[in-house]
Nanobody, 127 residues
Framework: QVQVAESGGGLAQAGGSLRLSCAVS????????MGWFRQAPGKERVFVAAISWSGASTYYADSVKGRFTISRDRDNARNTVHLQMNTLRPEDAGVYHCTADPWSRTTRLAQASYEYWGQGTQVTVSS
């Protein structure tokens, strides 16, 4: 059974930084494309960032480009990714869900492109 576990959420001031991490374990697949989605209270879950299984390709929502960076551990077999969030804004707040997918997809920006989901980690940004 595949498990997706996030860590690193918390409280930051506007303009500050947080680093989220996510690890995939279990299952029979050796490599996953991985992504992050955010859900604010009363709002739909939205795409934030994604990275291909090799790490060669990364994708960002326009609202976070230049501020957030998604990366993979060099030991790719561990399927661990990080989301470095800088210059945080109040609108970045929400529950951040990590996702993982072992299949080839036409897009990495949609929720439907991911097979496995974590429970989420809370990010709060004070103004």
């Amino acid at each position: 059974q595949v498990q997706v576990a996030e860590s690193g959420g918390g409280l930051a001031q506007a303009g500050g930084s947080l680093r989220l991490s996510c690890a995939v374990s279990g299952g029979t697949f050796s490599q996953y494309a991985m992504g992050w989605f955010r859900q604010a209270p009363g709002k739909e879950r939205v795409f934030v960032a994604a990275i291909s299984w090799s790490g060669a390709s990364t994708y960002y929502a326009d609202s976070v480009k230049g501020r957030f960076t998604i990366s993979r551990d060099r030991d790719n077999a561990r399927n661990t990714v990080h989301l470095q969030m800088n210059t945080l804004r109040p609108e970045d707040a929400g529950v951040y869900h990590c996702t993982a997918d072992p299949w080839s997809r036409t897009t990495r920006l949609a929720q439907a492109s991911y097979e496995y989901w974590g429970q989420g980690t809370q990010v709060t940004v004070s103004s």
